[in-house]
């Protein structure tokens, strides 16, 4: 397993348009979270899934947004109507469950909205 | 809520010198995890060191070490013998162990610059 993997790396799009991103958690790993991270800021947590479900989502993730993770593998962070505001890096992480376990990140999709 | 904060954006440092990089925290919760992160450029971020709260003696691993005072809530990464590698964006975070999602509260992070 090479680590979590995260699709595209970059993103430029235009306002208004839908995008969406991929991430791939390490395999063993029931945890999978989504992380948004603005130039020169520290990482802001958005939502996070145990398996398949969905449990937890940040008041920063607003209805254009939706998050995936069918079948508890692999999840999708899908943002609808893009704006300016949404120019970000965009991190996935995955770990165990329990605080003690360490988190491992992708290396993130940059999203550029023009 | 809980909220971290790293009060140095940039922190230079001489190769083979000792820097050391701050960090508090707030919370009202007494079981949680402390991490050092380390964010190279265009590369992911990954974990430096970890710090149960309930422990006292300060977490170390190779040329890191932390300087963690519970009462004062303060999280503090030293690191020895600087290279030109430990270049890189560091964050400090939080981590509940009574929170279900667990999930991470970092600081703003500090740019770290190694000098040659």
């Known amino acids: 397993d090479t680590g979590v993997s995260q699709d595209p790396r970059h993103k430029i799009t235009k306002r208004g348009q839908n995008v969406t991103f991929r991430c791939d958690p390490i395999?063993?790993?029931?945890?999978l979270y989504w992380y948004r991270q603005t130039l020169g800021q520290g990482p802001e947590f958005l939502t996070y899934f145990q398996n398949e479900a969905q449990l937890e989502k940040s008041r920063l993730l607003s209805d254009r947004f939706s998050a995936e993770r069918p079948k508890g593998s692999f999840s999708t962070l899908e943002i609808q109507r893009t704006e300016q505001g949404d120019s970000a890096m965009y991190l996935c992480?995955?770990?165990?469950?329990?605080?003690?376990?360490?988190?491992?990140f992708g290396q993130g999709t940059r999203l550029t909205v023009v | 809520a809980q909220t971290v904060t790293q009060s140095q954006p940039e922190m230079s440092v001489q190769e083979a010198e000792t820097v050391t990089l701050s960090c508090t925290y707030d919370t009202s919760e007494s079981d949680y995890y402390l991490f050092w992160y380390k964010q190279p450029p265009s590369r992911q971020m990954i974990l430096v060191i970890r710090?149960?709260?309930?422990?006292?003696q300060n977490a170390t691993e190779n040329r890191f070490s932390v300087n963690f005072q519970k009462a004062a809530k303060s999280f503090s990464l030293k690191i020895s013998d600087s290279q030109l590698g430990d270049a890189a964006m560091y964050f400090c975070a939080y981590r509940s162990d009574n929170n279900a999602g667990n999930m991470l509260t970092f600081g703003g992070g500090t740019r770290l610059m190694v000098k040659p």
């Open positions: 710090q149960e709260a309930y422990k006292q």
């Open positions: 992480a995955s770990s165990l469950k329990g605080g003690k376990a360490e988190a491992f």
């Open positions: 395999s063993e790993h029931n945890r």
